[in-house]
């Protein structure tokens, strides 16, 4: 995490909840990509982005929602990704929004090409089941 941005929403989001933030785990920095690591939860959320939906999730969820929680990190997941662009069938508005999820803020983020082909294997079982 940014030490300047990203230290104290950690440690009040860690201390809201009861964690010891020295204990709590959070992504690594991967070799190769610039950035710091220290995502936090199945989602993967920076901390000052998390603290951006605290309110949100919270009138919805109708508690502090945890980002380590998988019910609360994939709703702010899909909070954050409409909030984005990704909103309906377009695969343009929807590539360029995984995009920034992940931080490049272009279109063309080799992550969102993973997230893309994930969708549409996944879209194309449902399908399947569907029928």
Not at 24 to 36: H, K, L, N
Not at 66 to 77: E, N
Request: proline letters at 5%; glycine letters at 10%.
């Amino acid at each position: 995490m940014k030490p300047s941005r990203d230290v104290a929403p950690f440690l009040e989001i860690t201390n809201a909840l009861g964690y010891n933030a020295f204990q709590t785990a959070v992504s690594c920095p991967i070799a190769g990509v610039a950035g710091y690591g220290g995502a936090m939860g199945p989602a993967q959320f920076i901390p000052s982005t998390w603290k951006l939906f605290e309110s949100r999730l919270k009138n919805i969820l109708g508690h502090l929602a945890d980002p380590w929680s998988p019910r609360d990190a994939f709703m702010a997941s899909g909070m954050y990704l409409s909030d984005l662009g990704a909103v309906g069938v377009s695969t343009s508005a929807q590539n360029k929004a995984a995009c920034r999820y992940y931080g490049s803020g272009g279109s063309t983020c080799s992550y969102s090409k993973s997230v893309i082909n994930l969708k549409s294997a996944i879209q194309n079982n449902i399908d399947l089941l569907s029928s």
